[in-house]
């Protein structure tokens, strides 16, 4: 089994498990280790979900606009928490190679190793509703046949960038290429650097 069959298998078990009850304010009841990566990867994905789930209601289009609101604030909460994850997971990659002869002619790659992963787990949830599309008893042939081929293209997007990771993680690993992590430093959200913040001190 390679590196991206255990993330997929996690992210498929995250949505499925969120799916049960279908509502952003279940609790999670994450399964795995508190300190395993796949404990990080399954948070990853539910909070991934729930805020699907948070972007599809704030769209519609009769919302309350203090409830609007308080989904916004929500969302952005959901997307620190996200970044800030991925960023854990990025520090396990880095203390797993960290001993890794890293050849002279080695290279950098364009993203690091998790936030490639992140990308794996938002295929996750568009697989899993492109699939409830297909599925569906209310919709026309044409709507059907649509779903059917974005389907396609969406899983054969995850057979490839699954592909990408291993090779990634296998270059990591051989010194081929180096990992460097670059914080995501969103200025928005430090009072500090957010000049509507700052000026109403």
């Known amino acids: 089994m390679s590196n991206t069959d255990k993330y997929n298998e996690v992210f498929s078990k995250a949505v499925n498990d969120y799916h049960i009850l279908d509502n952003v304010d279940t609790p999670i009841n994450n399964p795995y280790d508190r300190d395993s990566l796949e404990n990080r990867l399954y948070l990853k994905c539910w909070i991934d979900a729930v805020q699907w789930h948070l972007e599809d209601l704030i769209r519609d289009p009769h919302i309350d606009p203090l409830e609007a609101l308080s989904l916004k ?102 010194g081929r290429k180096y990992m460097k992590t670059y914080r995501q430093m969103k200025m928005y959200n430090d009072p500090s650097t957010n000049p509507v913040l700052y000026k109403k001190k």
């Not at 190679?97 to 890293?102: G, I, R, T």
């Not at 290279?107 to 295929?123: G, H, V």
């Open 73 to 174: 604030r929500r969302i952005d909460r959901s997307n620190q928490d996200r970044t800030d994850l991925v960023e854990q997971i990025d520090s396990y990659f880095l203390h797993q190679y960290s001993d890794v002869n890293v050849l002279p002619d080695a290279r950098i790659n364009t993203e690091s190793p998790a936030w490639a992963i992140d990308r794996l787990s938002i295929l996750a949830l568009k697989i899993y509703h492109m699939r409830e599309q297909v599925e569906r008893k209310d919709a026309d042939q044409a709507h059907l046949e649509r779903c059917k081929g974005k389907l396609a293209v969406l899983l054969e997007q995850q057979r490839d960038l699954s592909t990408a990771i291993d090779q990634l993680l296998d270059d990591i690993a051989a």
